[in-house]
């Protein structure tokens, strides 16, 4: 029995490792994959030729990499064209969009199928293999693949890389809300990126249920789907949007999004490069791509829509499994009912004891008290040691995976020793706890978050669990791990995605779903005589990992730390100063702002918007230099009844990337900014912030504004370009090879700001 159980014990360990590995296809090369294939390898040339630079709107590369996405699709036989115009979309963003589009004909006149990707990346140092080479590089060699085939399809399949996805979805705002083909798409294929690696999650966009979308995924067989109900419903609570959901918003368009996200640390960064890409990543787009595709090219598009939803998770052997959500209810209902009846049948057998069962919930509550409080903590520990963190405004450092494994192998230490202080208690009246904690759980995820309610899966595994122990005194091991085989599939992979997408500040959902995987596996691990020694195991195996994340925590050339700086010129006080967002200063930048260095004071901490809220740190006096401002033309100023009608052109008199205007707190109604009409939400929520113009050919800005007659108006313009490091009034040198631009924030720029009042 020792060696079954020493065994199953194996067995368990390779389930594990198997939850993670069946997420993904392998990588074998293939350039010389027959022409009807998808071929990792072709793909990759499209990669690599795409993030050759930094291609973010206003950027040269960006007209390069827009020219090559062309010359790729004419090299197939399509005909390829632009669609050109200004929008601000829902964010307050302007830019002057360039898409790109291109259209095979099917043989009737039914929806359209859309694959959707774009081609800009993120200003101002990304660049951009990921976020989105990746997605570009996967629809061209899908459609060159798809053509290889020389069918024609049923449905009319549209191309579309968008631009300016970066700056606020406005590539996709401008063809849906003003491209004539938008009203034919019937469904969108959409290829993302918020990483470098890792599995590539399927998230549906819909307006209704996504019973039929569901239905026809399934169908199209995809080998290695990822894709959980739950994390759809995060996705919609989280402020993470995609060129998708623009589709979904304004046109009532349905769609799928295919990203990634692990290697979080590389996402809008310098280190977003064609050999960071992990190719098993890349292939596991192509492997959504080319099913789907041929699928939905055929399938029936106008009838997409459907008022039903359903649960979904996927499962190894098994790829989607689904079910109504009509079932919820029934199926908690059925597994509370099956509690009854065991704990009705275990007091009739006497295997189970009032006193046992109260007993067992100590150490239930202790491990989930113990490991819940360890996670929360894990940031503030990790950022206390290493402060240099802070600058990671991932939050997921490049030793990160280790900190999981750190705080997960602690949290089994803790699971195995306070159960091994319980081993007196039989398992039937331990198991009685954790059936009590995952019923509560699942009957809140059923009430609140019924995306979860897959989570009932697992417990019919530890119910069936339960009957085994309460009618053998010795079960056999190898099914006792059967059962929880559900539990680790489902479950173990969310151990490692809540600190991967959310960040390490998220490491408590690591740890408490450790411990709940752990209670369903009780039953066989409440076989093991040897829990004790399995705890100082996974002890050892927590100073092993946590000795080699301490070792990895230096920055480096392949590990570099986030700087920045900034020049700022402020034209209202004539005061120039250096600036930097950093929290512990590197060399580079400490030369400029000196030993005694100071923070901001309330007015100097006001800076431009970052994704992160981060704000200025640090501060220090700097030359004043010769920074050319805008020039800030009036050219209509009149009263409309109750309004006052304020027009005024900001034109560069230097190269600039971008322009803010920021107002003081006055209502505001009918704004346009050349010409673009700002959505009354914007207006109503935006703060003080007007717009944010991310400038193309050094182009002018020209906003239109009405405010009540009686206000007084306050404008602070402030106007920034990317080229600190190599303009020749400054003798700022090369970054070190330790450190990257600090992403999410204004970096490696000069900036002026001037205010004006409209009395």
């Not at 539990?487 to 969310?494: E, M, T």
Request: net charge neutral.
């Amino acid at each position: 029995m020792k060696l079954s159980r020493t065994l199953a014990l194996l067995v368990l360990l390779f389930s594990v490792y198997w939850s993670y590995k069946a997420l993904m296809p392998s990588y074998h090369p293939d350039a010389e994959a027959p022409s009807q294939s998808f071929s990792t390898d072709r793909a990759l040339v499209h990669v690599k030729n795409l993030s050759l630079e930094p291609h973010a709107v206003g950027f040269p590369g960006h007209i390069r990499a827009r020219n090559y996405i062309i010359a790729e699709l004419k090299k197939m036989g399509l005909e390829t064209s632009t669609q050109e115009g200004y929008t601000a979309g829902d964010w307050g963003n302007l830019s002057k969009a360039t898409n790109i589009l291109a259209r095979i004909k099917g043989t009737t006149n039914g929806k359209a199928l859309l694959l959707l990707s774009h081609y800009d990346s993120n200003p101002h140092s990304s660049y951009g293999a990921s976020d989105a080479a990746s997605g570009v590089a996967t629809i061209l060699e899908g459609v060159r693949a798809f053509l290889a085939e020389s069918q024609t399809p049923k449905n009319d399949i549209i191309i579309l890389i968008t631009d300016a996805e970066e700056l606020g979805l406005n590539g996709a705002d401008l063809f849906v809300n003003k491209h004539p083909w938008a009203k034919d798409v019937g469904l969108v294929l959409n290829f993302e990126a918020r990483g470098s690696g890792g599995p590539s999650y399927m998230l549906i966009e819909t307006n209704r249920g996504n019973g039929t979308l569901i239905k026809e995924f399934t169908k199209a067989h995809p080998k290695y789907p990822v894709a959980n109900s739950l994390a759809y419903s995060i996705y919609k609570m989280l402020p993470n949007d995609t060129d998708l959901t623009v589709f979904r918003e304004d046109g009532d368009i349905e769609g799928f999004n295919f990203a990634f996200i692990d290697d979080h640390f590389d996402y809008h960064t310098a280190l977003d490069t064609y050999e960071r890409l992990d190719k098993k990543t890349l292939a596991h787009q192509g492997s959504y791509l080319m099913p789907l595709l041929n699928h939905f090219s055929e399938a029936d598009l106008g009838n997409l829509k459907s008022l039903n939803d359903y649960i979904y998770f996927n499962l190894p052997f098994f790829n989607l499994v689904s079910y109504p959500f009509d079932w919820i209810w029934p199926m908690f209902g059925l597994a509370l009912l099956a509690f009854v009846v065991l704990l009705v049948l275990g007091f009739k057998k006497k295997k189970l004891l009032p006193k046992a069962i109260l007993k067992g919930f100590v150490p239930l509550l202790f491990a989930l008290v113990v490991n819940g409080v360890l996670g929360y903590f894990c940031w503030s520990v990790i950022t206390w040691w290493y402060p240099d963190f802070k600058d990671m405004l991932h939050g997921f450092t490049y030793n990160g995976h280790l900190y999981i494994l750190v705080y997960v192998m602690m949290a089994l230490s803790v699971c195995f020793w306070i159960y091994h202080k319980f081993r007196k208690t039989s398992t039937p009246n331990l198991l009685v706890a954790p059936i009590v904690i995952w019923l509560i759980i699942c009957g809140l995820v059923a009430q609140y978050l019924p995306g979860a309610s897959f989570f009932v899966v697992p417990l019919f595994g530890l119910l069936a669990a339960f009957m085994v122990t309460l009618n053998q005194e010795e079960p056999n091991p190898f099914l006792l791990v059967f059962l929880a085989l559900p539990a680790i599939f489902i479950h173990a992979p969310f151990i490692k995605m809540f600190p991967v997408g959310l960040g390490l500040k998220m490491m408590v959902a690591a740890t408490v779903f450790t411990t709940l995987l752990f209670v369903l596996v009780l039953p066989f691990f409440g076989q093991l005589k040897t829990k004790d020694r399995l705890a100082y195991l996974f002890l050892f195996l927590f100073f092993v990992f946590g000795i080699s994340s301490h070792i990895n925590s230096n920055f480096n050339s392949k590990r570099p730390k986030p700087s920045s700086l900034l020049y700022v010129y402020n034209a209202d006080t004539d005061v120039a100063s250096w600036a930097t967002y950093d929290n512990r200063l590197i060399e580079w930048n400490a030369q400029f702002l000196g030993s005694e260095k100071r923070k901001p004071t309330a007015k100097e901490h006001e800076t431009l918007a970052s994704k992160y809220r981060t704000e200025l740190t640090h501060i220090a006096d700097a030359p004043k230099k010769n920074i050319a401002l805008p020039r800030i033309d009036t050219v209509k100023d009149t009263i409309i009844g109750e309004n006052r009608v304020l027009e005024i052109c900001i034109t560069p008199k230097r190269d600039v990337n971008r322009l803010d205007v920021y107002t003081n707190s006055i209502p505001l109604t009918n704004v346009q900014v050349n010409r673009i009409p700002l959505t009354s939400h914007f207006l109503e929520n935006r703060g003080n912030r007007l717009i944010t113009h991310y400038i193309t050919n050094n182009d002018f800005t020209e906003i239109e504004m009405q405010f009540p007659k009686d206000s007084v108006l306050e404008l602070s313009f402030y106007e920034a370009s990317n080229d600190l490091l190599t303009h020749p009034d400054f003798s700022v040198p090369k970054r070190p090879e330790t450190s990257i631009p600090m992403p999410f924030v204004l970096n490696d720029a000069i900036l002026t700001i001037k205010t004006l009042r409209f009395d």
